[in-house]
């Protein structure tokens, strides 16, 4: 199994950046695809990013957005760490929730109920 953290959270002003961490110790993190999801009070879980299974043959991933993050945010991973990120700029007072990282050992999708691992949550919060 896979066990999740993430990290990097806080309070920042609109406009600034902040970049989340996702730690991973278990199974090796290279097998499984990455999702970040945020759940704001009174909201559902919402898709924010995603990043495809990096396999030992593959040379290059895949990544996915959420039309309300295109543009802002960059998710990565690095294998050797056994670590993902989401690097967020031009953050907005609508991007205020607890963000998730999770994974899963399939192709890549947006649904929350698709990953299997999930994180605690990191609080981001962004003033105005």
């Known amino acids: 199994q896979v066990q999740l953290v993430e990290s990097g959270g806080g309070l920042v002003q609109a406009g600034d950046s902040l970049r989340l961490s996702c730690a991973a110790s278990g199974y090796s993190f290279s097998s499984y695809a990455i999702g970040w999801f945020r759940q704001a009070p009174g909201k559902e879980r919402e898709f924010v990013a995603a990043i495809s299974v990096a396999a030992i043959s593959r040379l290059s991933v895949s990544t996915y957005y959420a039309d309300s993050v295109k543009g802002r945010f960059t998710i990565s991973r690095d294998n050797a760490k056994n670590a993902g990120y989401l690097q967020m700029n031009s953050l907005k007072p609508e991007d205020t929730a607890v963000y998730y990282c999770?994974?899963?050992?399939?192709?890549?999708?947006?649904?929350?109920?698709?990953?299997?691992?999930w994180g605690r949550g990191t609080q981001v919060t962004v003033s105005s």
């Open positions: 999770a994974a899963r050992s399939r192709l890549v999708t947006s649904t929350p109920s698709d990953y299997n691992y």
